[in-house]
Each structure stands twice: as C-alpha cells, then as structure tokens.
C-alpha cells in the first residue's frame, strides 16, 4: 500500500541536514525535510538575566518554536500563540534530557527553531535539528532527540504525515521525541481519537522511525567532525 505522496506506509519523507550554517550562533543546524525547511540555533551557555530566573544547580533550558509568517500559504501571524509556546515548552523539556546541563549553573542556553515553510511534522522537524545544533555547539551531550511524527491516515498506520495525511477524515497524529541511544521516550503529543490498541501500532510506528531519524542525524554529525584513525 502507498500513500498520497507514493511514499511506503513506514518511509520518511527526504530528510537533508546540514550543521554550522548560522555563524553568529555557538551551534547551528539547517535541517529540510519533505516541504519542511527548519534553522535551529544555540547561544550559550551564558548567564542568565533577569538573575532571579537562574538555576543555582544547572543550566536553564530557552527553547523557542516559531513558523515564519511566510512558512505557510495563509499568513502565519508571527506573534506566537498558545500552539507555539505549548510546543516550545513540551520540546524544551525533552532538550533537557539530552545535555548535562549540571555543568553549567547560574546560566542559561538559548535554542531556536524557526520554521521556514511547513507541511505537518514541524515540531519533530524542529526538535531534531535543535538537538543537532546542541551537538553542533559542543554542549556536553547524554544523547540526541530524535523526534518524529506517526499516526493513522485512510485507515492505514503511517510514519511521518503530510499535511493532506493530517487533514484525512479519520487522521490521528502524534508527535514522539526519542532520546537516543538510550531508546527513551522524551516528548508525546497527540492530535485525534484512538482505541489503545491502535495507539500502540502508532507508537510502534513512531520509535522505529525516530530510529531512522537518528541514523542520519548521526551521519550529519559524522559529516561535518568526521572520525579520525581508530574510531572510524
Ligand atoms: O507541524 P506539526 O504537525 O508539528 O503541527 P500541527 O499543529 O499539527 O500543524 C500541522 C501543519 O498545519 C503545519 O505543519 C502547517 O503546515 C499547518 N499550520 C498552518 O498552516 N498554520 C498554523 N498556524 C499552524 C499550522
């Protein structure tokens, strides 16, 4: 069975990723996947001001989310809204889990993902280029999110849905973040209605595709510091 777009029920859209593009910033990652073009950025660690936002123990996670206006064919407002600070606060939660942030008290890390043009997935698509430009910034790392869409569309279980897929009348879309290697779920939002056996085969869906996200992730890394003599 193909889909819409004649992609199998279990294949990602083309992903392309490219790391160090924003030169001002400490990390960066230029991440397009499908019609999704996603610039994740890093400034920091540095201190955090006002001071009585700092944390005496760690590093202070800023995520932010945000579509530019022209990302989709219906302007996008660009004040954020209740959307883009929900996503930004559940995806900051899962940055949190991958970069030993101990190590840096009193300070706090600035992380961006601006979305250029959308078609569904942007917030798989941005956690995933923000965990890059994590790596990208030598922030000291217990993994990286590997973060994918999966759910139902046309009565089939599919991993990484348009936007046409999204927009199907029994569409159910859930957003999963995986911290890997550790194989950990760190981020779950979900769109629709399902039973929970149904659930389980999205989820299933999702894990095995976060697997194949990392896989290039690693590879993007790999791309721009490759290994030298005998850990290649
Ligand atoms: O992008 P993602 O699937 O993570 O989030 P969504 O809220 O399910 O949105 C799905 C898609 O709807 C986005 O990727 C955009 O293509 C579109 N969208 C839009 O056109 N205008 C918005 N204000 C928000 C989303």
Redesign the pocket.
């Known amino acids: 069975m193909t889909r819409l777009d004649n992609r199998q029920i279990d294949q990602l859209r083309p992903i392309n990723i490219k790391l160090g593009v924003v030169k001002s910033a400490d990390g960066s990652c230029y991440l397009e996947w499908g019609r999704n073009i996603v610039i994740a950025t890093v400034h920091g660690p540095k201190p955090m001001f006002p001071k009585h936002l700092a944390d005496s123990t760690k590093a202070v996670i800023d995520y932010r989310y945000r579509?530019a206006p022209f990302s989709?064919s219906?302007r996008?407002n660009p004040v954020p809204g209740k959307?883009d600070k929900e996503i930004s606060l559940v995806s900051g939660f899962a940055l949190e889990k991958a970069i030993d942030l101990e190590q840096f008290p009193n300070t706090v890390i600035d992380i961006n993902s601006i979305i250029l043009s959308?078609?569904?997935?942007?917030?798989?698509a941005a956690l995933t280029a923000a965990s890059l430009a994590c790596a990208d910034a030598g922030l000291p790392m217990k993994g990286l999110v590997s973060a994918v869409?999966s759910g139902r569309a046309n009565g089939e279980f599919v991993l990484d849905l348009t936007?046409d897929e999204?927009d199907t009348f029994d569409a159910v879309?859930t957003?999963i973040g995986v911290l890997m290697p550790q194989n950990e779920i760190v981020l779950m939002q979900m769109?629709g209605f399902v039973n929970q056996k149904d659930w389980k085969k999205i989820i299933s869906v999702g894990v095995k595709g976060a697997e194949k996200v990392y896989e290039l992730q690693k590879k993007a890394i790999l791309e721009k510091y490759p290994l030298e003599g005998d850990l290649q």
């Open positions: 579509m989709v219906d996008k959307r959308a078609d569904a997935g942007t917030r798989a869409a936007k999204e879309d957003a769109d």
